[in-house]
């Protein structure tokens, strides 16, 4: 799992520094029509000391509708070894360089300690970064009081369909 975070730290780096257009730019949001099959979740804990589980599996999807947003949903095994569901929309209207930058506003269910594991909303800044038919988001999730525990998740995902194309 080390090995996952290392190539993402390198990786986002050098996507910002290969786009001819600048670091920052505003994301068009046009109309789109792409579908996306995602994995669970590797997550990194910022509290590595409390034995969490960091190989979240799972299975979701997005659904890119313009340039800026899709929606989302799925279920994973969380870091409390409780199955959780997901629904919700990305937002990124920036990217530095290739690397989309914005927000995943979603409800959650399963975290005994929240809610008493019953549903919640949650906004988790999210980087996604996309090549071809592969791409990875990765979410900084953060801590909570003692109820949900923080740290930065990847995600991979694989595109089914283009509409553009």
């Not at 290392?6 to 730019?25: I, S």
């Amino acid at each position: 799992m080390r090995v996952l975070f290392l190539a993402a730290a390198l990786l986002l780096p050098t996507a910002a520094m290969a786009q001819d257009g600048g670091w920052f730019n505003k994301i068009a949001s046009d109309p789109k029509s792409e579908f996306w099959l995602d994995s669970g979740f590797a997550t990194y804990h910022f509290d590595s000391d409390k034995d969490l589980n960091g190989a979240n599996k799972g299975l979701g999807a997005e659904y890119r509708f313009n340039g800026t947003t899709s929606a989302t949903i799925g279920r994973f095994y969380n870091s409390d070894r409780q199955w959780s569901n997901y629904a919700g929309v990305i937002w990124q209207p920036y990217a530095i360089g290739q690397v989309r930058v914005g927000l995943a506003l979603a409800a959650f269910d399963g975290y005994p300690k929240m809610r008493d594991g019953g549903w919640f909303p949650a906004a988790i800044p999210t980087l996604t970064y996309e090549y071809k038919r592969v791409g990875v988001n990765v979410g900084i999730i953060p801590s909570y009081k003692d109820r949900l525990y923080g740290g930065i998740s990847l995600q991979l995902k694989f595109k089914l369909f283009d509409g553009a194309k």
